[in-house]
C-alpha cells in the first residue's frame, strides 16, 4: 500500500531533551515536507527537500533540523525542545514539488 | 504579502448542498488545491484547478477564477462523514511553494 509513515504517533517529552521523529514513504517520491499545525492556523512549513541530500528552510524553521540521505526517509530532529514546539507535525510527500502532496498520519507532540 | 482566507466555521444541513469560498492574493500562481481533514487526520487531498472553470469530482466540485483570486468547493448530498475540515492552498510565490489556509470548519446537522 502506498503510504506515508510517521514514528511516533504521539510524544511527550521534556524540554531540552532531545528527540526524531522518523517519516518514511514508498512511493518513491522526490519532495518530502514537514508541516508544523496549530489551532487557528494554516498549515506551516518547517523544511523541505526537493530530492536525496536537498533540504531547504520553510516559513517556520527555527529550531528544527532535517536531512535527507535516502530518498524514502526524512527524519525531523529537534535538538533541544522548547514548549512552544507543542504541536500536531506532518510529513508529506510528493513526485515532485509542484505534484499533489500526500500526508503521514501525523505525530502529536507535547514539550513540557 | 500572500494571504488565504476562508471563512473559519460553517454550518449546514445532511443532505443539503454547501460552498466554502477561498480567496487568495500570492504574487504567482501555479495551481489551487483542496483538501479534507477530519479532526485529528492527516489532510487528504481533494481537488486541483489550475486553470479557470469547474471541475467536478462526485459529490464535490471546485471553481477557479484566477483574476478574482477566487476558489470555492461545493459538496453536494451532504453526508455526516462530510464533517471536517476543508483546507484550500495555492502554490504562488517566488518559490512555488504551497501557501495554506487555515481551514474551514464544516458542521453537518442531522
Known amino acids: 500500500e502506498a503510504q506515508v509513515t510517521q514514528n511516533p504517533r504521539y510524544l511527550i517529552t521534556v524540554t531540552g531533551k532531545k528527540l526524531t521523529v522518523t517519516c518514511s514513504q514508498n512511493?518513491?517520491?522526490?519532495?518530502m515536507s514537514w508541516y508544523r499545525q496549530d489551532p487557528g492556523l494554516g498549515l506551516r512549513q518547517i523544511y523541505y527537500s526537493m530530492n536525496v541530500e536537498v533540504t531547504d528552510k520553510g516559513d517556520v524553521p527555527e529550531g528544527y533540523k532535517v536531512s535527507r540521505k535516502e530518498k524514502r526517509n526524512f527524519p525531523l530532529i529537534l535538538e533541544s525542545p522548547s514548549p512552544n514546539q507543542t504541536s500536531l507535525y506532518f510529513c508529506?510527500?510528493?513526485?515532485?514539488?509542484?505534484?499533489?502532496?500526500?500526508f503521514g498520519p501525523g505525530t502529536r507532540l507535547l514539550v513540557l | 504579502g500572500q494571504n488565504i482566507d476562508q471563512p473559519t466555521e460553517m454550518t449546514a444541513t445532511e443532505g443539503a448542498i454547501v460552498q466554502i469560498n477561498c480567496t487568495y492574493q500570492t504574487s504567482g500562481f501555479n495551481g489551487l488545491f483542496w483538501y479534507q481533514q477530519h479532526a485529528g487526520e492527516a489532510p487528504t487531498f481533494l481537488s486541483y484547478n489550475v486553470l479557470d472553470g469547474l471541475e467536478e469530482k462526485g459529490r464535490f466540485s471546485s471553481f477557479l477564477s484566477r483574476s478574482k483570486g477566487y476558489s470555492y468547493l461545493l459538496l453536494k448530498e451532504l453526508q455526516m462523514k462530510d464533517s471536517a475540515s476543508y483546507l484550500c492552498a495555492v502554490r504562488g510565490g517566488s518559490n512555488y511553494q504551497l501557501i495554506w489556509g487555515a481551514g474551514t470548519k464544516l458542521i453537518i446537522k442531522p
Open positions: 512511493m518513491n517520491h522526490e519532495y
Open positions: 508529506a510527500s510528493s513526485l515532485s514539488f509542484l505534484e499533489t502532496q500526500y
